[in-house]
């Protein structure tokens, strides 16, 4: 084998190769027929193939392509019906399709930021809340601390009338005593008086008729 023929082998090999590899694409036509051979007069093996339909390229020939459909299908179509990028209304589709998705994908953000927004607004409400709370209790620990001053100074206070009233009963009891005993000392003088007149008026009882009749036995004897 010469080495023209295997040089003609090797670029035919890289042509099939890159053929191979290659994706075309219906163009702006409504619909268009893959058909058995190199004329639009043989039979149709698939038809109704949209814009914008990839197709991928087997071998190229003679202003025809022979092609492979999204289904399988083997066939040839005129060159003139593809593209090999994608056509405009296809590309206006997908970016209307993304456009939707970014669309909507905007919305979900901005009902997730709402929510967010309300979360935080509750969380701001909820934090206020604590913080009135938290002087009003601080409020009345300063309340609770200052009615247990006055309860301690009242219970001091307590103790010391409690004390005083203590002291002025013991002063009474000792007053009491002594008064008792005064007492006393004052019965027994009134009783010993009592007897002592007591006794001088029997005493004069008896030295009265005594005296009389001594000094009427003088008056005789004179």
Aim: hydrophobic share 35%.
């Amino acid at each position: 084998m010469s080495k023209k023929r295997i040089t003609s082998l090797i670029i035919g090999a890289l042509l099939s190769a890159t053929a191979h590899s290659a994706t075309v694409y219906i163009s702006d036509v409504q619909f268009v027929a893959i058909r058995e051979g190199l004329d639009n007069s043989t039979r149709a093996v698939e038809r109704g193939l949209k814009s914008g339909t990839p197709l991928d390229v087997i071998e190229q020939s003679d202003g025809y392509t022979k092609v492979r459909t999204p289904s399988g299908s083997e066939g040839w179509v005129a060159d003139y019906f593809l593209s090999e990028d994608m056509v405009t209304r296809d590309q206006l589709d997908t970016l209307r399709t993304r456009l939707n998705k970014s669309t909507q994908s905007r919305t979900e953000i901005v009902d997730t930021l709402k929510v967010s927004q309300q979360k935080i607004q509750e969380l701001s409400n909820a934090n206020i809340s604590l913080k009135n709370e938290n002087e009003s209790l601080k409020k009345q620990l300063q309340i609770a601390a200052e009615l247990s001053e006055k309860a301690q100074a009242i219970v001091s206070q307590n103790d010391d009338v409690s004390y005083q009233i203590e002291s002025l009963k013991q002063q009474a009891s000792t007053a009491i005593a002594q008064s008792e005993k005064l007492q006393d000392t004052t019965e027994q003088k009134w009783f010993m008086l009592g007897a002592v007149t007591l006794f001088g008026g029997l005493l004069l009882g008896t030295l009265l008729p005594l005296l009389r009749r001594k000094k009427n036995n003088t008056g005789s004897w004179s």
